[in-house]
């Protein structure tokens, strides 16, 4: 007879809601709303000892999912849609050929996603440079993955290693990190694992194509007449920029100014209002409005007909992304990172791999990177600032945000938030996404480990 403990175990109920999420995703074709939302109420019924009850407990979760990402996803559905109907993606997309190339227009877009990465959160990122690449794959034909997963590598090495990114921010205030210090080690960390990650795109690409998709916000005879227009018939360079550049240089002024702790005053202020990122996106869409205004002459109904295509498509993301916020936040209710934590605690004496271990099983228990980065930084702050190490906790540090990258999948609401704002399948983002993630999680370790032998900066 199976003991109730062994039932309640964190390691028991993760094995339990995988089994349901992925089975039902995969092996019985339920929509990934309801598999994902099965799979939080077993969790969350398997989960003893909370207070609140087990549908109030999943609505909270699913409410905090929606509450940080709806607006956001919304606004970038809007966004996208009104910069391919508009021409201004077709626009940047003949500018940054002109610059760069063909052969190097993929890697623009992976030095590109890093560098914004490092200000804005992933997710912002993804929502503003996907229709950039929907719209370079239609005017070249190929490449439409390899864009995709440049756009990944560069903005999700960015978040878990550069601060003012909430998780490196939380790790250099716990290990005691100058800041500075981990700012420059993980920029250039994050240089060789993107490059790493590129690496593998090519070969992705190559193994894999997938081809761009219809969809309601980006239809390919829209994307394709855009691509059809004179350039007299597109909008300016600096206007079709705005909505991207409004929220991108918001966002940073804000960031700016919090990291500096700069004086209260009536421009501060304001400059943190707009700064907000729930406030920058929505200037963003409204800039996106006014400039598919201007170039279609379209009237109140046709604007209407615009913003319920994009707020349509927007609302199955904000749907499913919620669903997997959801799962994820059952998991982390399970004790599952406590559980993993205790497991590594007899452990030390290799503390970079095991920092970077730390990180990844819980990244992949339950599905938050910040979590990880936040737990594996937690549980080992004491032996960074006590431990007499050989090297400096700098590379602590770095190993715990390159751990943080290992597995993304269905319970993280940014592994849906990719899939669905690229189109991409569930079974083709495991097979390419995680990979790619995983190799330059391991591509940075290796790093770190070379680095801490022979440059420990002590």
């Known amino acids: 007879m199976i003991s109730s403990a062994f039932i309640t175990d964190p390691l028991f109920i993760l094995f339990v809601g995988v089994v349901i999420v992925v089975g039902g995703i995969i092996g019985l074709k339920l929509h990934p709303f309801l598999a994902l939302l099965l799979g939080a109420l077993v969790v969350a019924i398997m989960t003893p000892g909370s207070t609140k009850s087990v549908g109030g407990r999943i609505a909270a979760e699913f409410g905090n999912t929606s509450g940080k990402l709806g607006i956001l996803i919304a606004m970038a559905a809007i966004i996208g849609k009104c910069m391919l109907e508009s021409g201004a993606a077709e626009r940047i997309v003949r500018s940054l050929l002109k610059l760069t ?23 912002t990122v993804i929502f503003l440079m996907v229709p950039l690449a929907k719209a370079m794959t239609m005017r070249i034909g190929k490449n439409y993955l390899l864009f995709i997963l440049a756009i990944m590598a560069g903005a999700s090495m960015a978040n878990s290693l550069v601060p003012p990114a909430p998780g490196p921010l939380f790790l250099v205030g716990e290990m005691q990190i100058p800041i500075g210090m981990m700012m420059i080690g993980g920029f250039l960390l994050g240089l060789l694992t993107i490059s790493a990650g590129y690496l593998f795109a090519l070969y992705a690409n190559r193994r894999w194509p997938i081809p761009l998709r219809d969809s309601l916000d980006a239809r390919l005879e829209d994307i394709r007449a855009a691509s059809l227009r004179e350039d007299k018939q597109l909008p300016s360079l600096w206007f079709s920029l705005l909505p991207v550049l409004i929220p991108l240089v918001l966002i940073c002024t804000n960031t700016a ?47 209407t007909a615009f913003v319920q295509a994009a707020l349509m498509s927007g609302g199955a993301i904000i749907l499913i992304t919620a669903a997997g916020g959801t799962f994820g936040g059952m998991l982390q209710q399970s004790g599952i990172s406590a559980r993993i934590a205790h497991l590594t605690s007899d452990y030390q004496m290799t503390l970079i791999p095991l920092a970077f271990l730390v990180a990844a099983v819980v990244r992949t228990a339950q599905g938050s990177a910040t979590v990880a980065v936040i737990t594996a930084s937690g549980m080992l702050s004491g032996m960074a600032t006590h431990g007499h190490l050989a090297y400096h906790p700098l590379y602590l540090g770095l190993a715990i945000g390159c751990g943080s990258k290992l597995v993304p999948w269905m319970n993280d609401a940014g592994f849906w938030v990719v899939c669905k704002i690229s189109n991409l399948t569930e079974g083709e983002a495991l097979k390419t996404i995680a990979p790619m993630q995983t190799i330059m999680g391991i591509a940075g370790l290796i790093s770190v480990l070379i680095a801490a032998r022979f440059l420990p900066l002590i």
């Open 257 to 303: 100014l919090t990291s500096t702790a700069a004086a209260p005053g009536g421009i501060v202020r304001i400059l943190k209002f707009l700064g907000d990122k729930y406030i920058a996106l929505g200037a963003g869409g409204a800039a996106a409005l006014v400039l598919l205004a201007r170039q279609r002459r379209t009237d109140r109904q046709g604007m």
């Open 101 to 123: 190339g063909i052969d190097k227009a993929p890697i623009a877009f992976l030095a590109g996603s890093f560098f914004i990465g490092i200000p804005v959160f992933f997710d």
